[in-house]
């Protein structure tokens, strides 16, 4: 396999020292801290949160255990690569306690419909798992294509306290996703289109609450995010959520009570 789309979008070809330097400078120590309950939340939104809280809480350590077994089946890593990407492990521990602490302050749903979600959540990571693709494009496909349209989803609809946590998130997820493209090129690993496809059909069952309301518009709307994953799956960035991902600055779309309208 070949790495067929823009990797160098990435600018990150260098497989000197200096690219691992360049995204550990972008490494920000934080803390998982409590958020206040969210309020006032849309239904079909309040579902969406569910479903990407619930794949998240399945999928964050599996995502650190397919680099541990990179590190494990490839030996020519990079050795600044090798240690950014063991300390990215150790990160998904982290981002399972965050969801953990989302999970407890979302607004409850419907018992049965939260524990079909759950149980698919809990089908796709076995099948994630069991998966003979190679464990880098596994990690890859789902930082990309799945955690950071869902993230972005997150700091946008969510209150003040929501986006400032995922932002943290975010801003580890940019980082991993840049060491597993870099990685990949350095190793000459491409890309598996049939991995993929699951990991956008999974990520779009995540958003599709949002076609009950065809009313519903912009970053309401699930056309929005279904071509925004589409975009992510193409180019590996998303230019109409530039703004929302901008991981230098903390941005504030939106007020503690979520008046998102």
């Not at 990797?7 to 958020?35: C, F, G, M, P, Q």
């Not at 950071?148 to 989803?153: I, L």
Request: glycine share 4%; aromatic share 10%; net charge negative.
């Amino acid at each position: 396999m070949s790495l067929t789309r823009n990797i160098e979008d990435w600018k990150l070809i260098d497989v000197s020292d200096s690219a691992y330097s360049d995204l550990e400078d972008k490494r920000v120590n934080w803390e998982v801290r409590s958020i206040p309950m969210l309020t006032q939340v849309d239904t079909q939104v309040l579902e969406v949160l569910h479903r990407i809280v619930a794949f998240s809480l399945e999928l964050e350590l599996p995502v650190g255990a397919f680099i541990r077994a990179l590190l494990d089946r490839e030996n020519e890593i990079n050795p600044s690569a090798k240690k950014g990407l063991v300390t990215n492990i150790e990160d998904e521990e982290k981002h399972l306690l965050a969801f953990q602490e989302i999970a407890r302050k979302l607004p409850a749903i419907d018992l049965d419909k939260s524990s079909e979600i759950s149980s698919i959540a809990s089908q796709l990571r076995k099948e994630l798992v069991k998966s003979k693709t190679h464990p880098l494009v596994k990690a890859r496909t789902l930082e990309t294509i799945m955690f950071t349209p869902t993230q972005a989803f997150m700091r946008i609809v969510g209150s003040l306290h929501l986006d400032t946590l995922v932002s943290d998130i975010a801003k580890d997820e940019y980082r991993h996703v840049g060491y597993n493209w870099q990685v990949s090129e350095d190793l000459g690993i491409g890309i598996d289109e049939e991995f993929e496809q699951v990991v956008m059909d999974a990520t779009n069952y995540l958003f599709q609450p949002l076609t009950q309301n065809e009313k519903a518009s912009g970053v309401l709307s699930y056309a929005y995010w279904y071509s925004a994953i589409e975009e992510y799956r193409e180019t590996n960035g998303c230019t109409k959520l530039d703004n929302h991902l901008n991981y230098g600055i903390h941005n504030a779309f939106f007020e503690l009570d979520n008046r998102y309208y």
